[in-house]
Structures are given as C-alpha cells and as structure tokens.
C-alpha cells in the first residue's frame, strides 16, 4: 500500500550517536513544563508562551551546527529557519556553522502533529518536524520524526524513538519536490495503537508496534535545519553553497486526542 523503504544499519547508528546526545543543551526548558493543549499557530508573531529558541549550544556529534536565537525569525506569516557560517555565541563546540532550533514549552500527549513547511535542498542538510523527550525532561527518550533530506527532496524519512530504541525509519516518496514549495506533514500518535503519517492529507506510513512499542510519553514539538557530520552514507557530504539556506514553516497545529 505504501511506497517505501528502509534506511541503512551503518546510517540508523550514525542516527542514535548523535540523538542520543542531542536535547540536553542548556537552553532547555524547565522538565516541569505542563501537558499542552490542542493549539493552531499560523507563525504571524514569535509566540513566548508556546515556543523558545535554542541558543549557545549545539545537539551532539551528528549535528555539526550550533544553535543560534536570531537563525530563527518569524515575519510575513512564515516561521524560518536560517543555515549559514556565522559564529555562534559560547563557541558551540568549534561547530563552524550556525542554524536554529524551535521548541515548544510544553509537552503535548496523543494527538495529530501538523506542519506547513518547505524544506532546503542541499545534500548533507535534514529539515525537521518532529516531537522528542529524554532525560533533560526527567523521562525516557521517545520521539516522532518526519525529516526531508536535502539530498533527495523528493522524499520524505520517518521513524519513532521508544525508551532510546530506534530502527524504525522508513522513506517515502513524496511524488514532488518539498523544497518547491509549502507542503502539509502530519503524524497521529494514538494511545497504545498506532502512529499515522501524512502528507497533504493523504496517509503514507503506519506503525502499530508490530516492529517494537511506540512511545508514550509526553514529548516537545520541535523544528530544526542542521548539517551533518560523520553520517555521510546517510545524509551525503555537506558542502555549504556560499549563501544563507532557509527552511519555512507556515504553520504548526497540535489537536490533542
């Protein structure tokens, strides 16, 4: 039924090396943080109350950026994302290039996840949609993926985190470019049943735990634009194009359940 098929084992452990380092940056917000009610943001202003940006510090080994506040900017109904060579603020890590990373303050339970985003085409780049808990939020790491590679924007990668156990990813065919234009991602996340992929609406991907349990635990909706390092058989070398990359999102809606 569906079009798909499965990453490498070499690139699934380049994944979990450098996630399992990810998320734990000091601009983390408060493990505290309330169960999030359902919510519709169309990105026509910065929203402190819902979202802060990640600032000063950089995700893992994989991840060969680091976080900077003003790399994301709302204006004009559009969040962004910018990809570029600035420095970033405490070093990052001697990460040479700067990007940004939008957290919501909250965690949000079962439900459907929608974005409205447009991804950048650049091999060795992943823009991300995507929930995510872990130890800097006093729980297990489970999390939800929908990442566009920039190697290939034509398609679309998911997979799911359960207590740090991974090797769920699956790529599917889109049938268009996602760095074209603006298009509609969303997963459902049931209670104790399945995880539901969809694009502009149509479903394309479903796990039922056939392949391991699913998450449970309240996660952050989270947005990224990061080049790799070290995962060159999964994301292709990075090679930045000598100009500012930008990914958009127009919108994110969370319908609790």
Known sequence: MFNTRSRTPAALAGTLLGIVAALTGPGDAPASAAIGPSFVDDFNAFDTGRWYKADGY???S???????ADHVWVSGGVMGINLDTQSCPGGCSGKPYASGEYRTTDLYSYGRF???MKAVRNPG????FFTYTGPSDGQPWDEIDIEILGKNTTQMQVNYFTNGVGGHETV???GFDAAAGYHDYA???WNGGTINWFVDGRLVHQENGS???????????MMNLWPGIGVDSWLQPFTYPGHTLTAGYDRARYTRY
């Open 114 to 116: 929608e974005t409205r």
């Open 172 to 174: 599917i065919n889109l």
């Open 62 to 68: 994989m991840f060969n950026t680091g976080w900077r």
């Open 187 to 189: 997963f459902e996340w």
């Open 125 to 128: 780049t992943v823009t991300s």
């Open 58 to 60: 950089s995700n893992g």
């Open 211 to 221: 392949r391991g349990p699913l998450p449970t635990h309240p996660q952050r909706i």
